[in-house]
């Protein structure tokens, strides 16, 4: 079994930067894929910007050029920088975690604000 703690949720506004970071707690033999999902009110959960063990990253479309994706695999951790934050990118961010299973984070509220 894996914990996923998030932290760096919170209120900015419009233009604004925050970073989110994860921490995965639990043994396992390997991670492959870590990163981070987000879902809006209404909205079906949309991945964010995910990174592979081997340093490989995807992000979405709507993010791209303004969030970057950080990794430390001897750590177990993972950080989204969000810089030039819209109101389309509040949200509930939720850390994710791929090794034998999927593992998900409780989610943190971000909210931009004009």
């Known amino acids: 079994q894996v914990q996923l703690v998030e932290s760096g949720g919170g209120l900015v506004q419009a233009g604004g930067s925050l970073r989110l970071s994860c921490a995965a707690s639990g043994s396992m033999f390997s991670i492959n894929t870590m990163g981070w999902y987000r879902q809006a009110p209404g909205k079906q959960r949309e991945l964010v910007a995910i990174?592979?063990?081997?340093?490989?990253?995807k992000y979405a479309d709507s993010v791209k050029g303004r969030f970057t994706i950080y990794r430390d695999n001897a750590k177990n951790t993972v950080s989204l920088q969000m810089n030039s934050l819209k109101l389309e990118d509040t949200a509930v961010y939720y850390c994710?975690?791929?090794?034998?299973?999927?593992?998900w984070g409780q989610g943190t509220q971000i909210t931009v604000s004009s």
């Open positions: 994710y975690l791929w090794g034998n299973r999927n593992y």
């Open positions: 990174s592979s063990s081997g340093g490989g990253t």
